[in-house]
């Protein structure tokens, strides 16, 4: 069955930086589109970034942009986000989730992990 | 991009049946039949229900139902039960190859 797994949160300085995982199995990951989705607490769900199927595309928030980049290893059937300059307001859980495109839903989610920002 | 605008909280009876609305604009909602709802219950992860405005995904109860006109997306819950309690969101794919969720709604079963 399809599973996602996120890790790497945890608690972290602010200005500092972080790299979230999300392992993927049960599917050809090769063959499709992946979003990153965070939820901060007792908050709604925010869109933070796109990757294409084969990495030659990448879509961000405005309020990520130019800190995070969403990459992937298809070898490694692996999704990262690298998040930099990490603010209090980036505090949230953070979900990977399957998308076969940019514009498609998301139809398979993790159980996200946790980032918290904080001095 | 701004949160799609939906309402906080909707309560219905069991057996009756609910609306929710979710109100973008011509860059997202009302521009492409790309609107997805999801269900969350308290401390899990969503879970897709209607996807591209109608559909349901497999093993997804017909009691939920989506819509759309103009720049509003609708999702109806109908013959409410108590599983059904859960906080809902809408989501469209965007003009600038993004995605936006809407601010989530929150249903109660009296």
């Known amino acids: 069955q399809v599973q996602l797994v996120e890790s790497g949160g945890g608690v972290v300085q602010p200005g500092k930086s972080l790299r979230l995982s999300c392992a993927v199995s049960?599917?050809?990951?090769?063959?499709?589109?992946m979003h990153w989705v965070r939820q901060a607490p007792g908050k709604g769900l925010e869109w933070v970034a796109n990757i294409w199927y084969d990495g030659t595309h990448t879509y961000y928030a405005d309020s990520v942009k130019g800190r995070f980049t969403i990459s992937r290893d298809n070898s490694k059937n692996t999704l990262f986000l690298q998040m930099n300059n990490l603010r209090a307001e980036d505090t949230a859980v953070y979900y990977c989730?399957?998308?076969?495109?940019?514009?498609?839903?998301?139809?398979?989610w993790g159980q996200g992990t946790l980032v918290t920002v904080s001095s | 991009q701004s949160a799609l605008t939906q309402p906080a909280s909707v309560s219905g009876s069991p057996g009756q049946s609910i609306t929710i609305s979710c109100t973008g604009t011509?860059?997202?909602?009302?521009?492409?039949?790309?609107v997805s709802w999801y269900q969350q219950p308290p401390g899990n992860a969503p879970k897709l229900i209607i996807f591209e405005v109608t559909n349901r995904p497999l093993g997804v109860s017909n009691r939920f139902s989506g819509s759309k006109s103009g720049n509003t997306a609708s999702l109806t819950i109908s013959g409410l039960q108590t599983e059904d309690e859960a906080d809902y969101y809408c989501?469209?794919?965007?003009?600038?190859?993004?995605?936006?969720f809407g601010t989530g709604t929150t249903v109660t079963v009296l």
């Open positions: 049960g599917f050809t990951f090769d063959n499709y589109g």
């Open positions: 989730a399957r998308a076969e495109y940019t514009s498609s839903p998301s139809d398979y």
């Open positions: 011509s860059r997202d909602v009302g521009g492409y039949n790309y």
């Open positions: 989501a469209s794919y965007t003009s600038v190859n993004a995605q936006v």
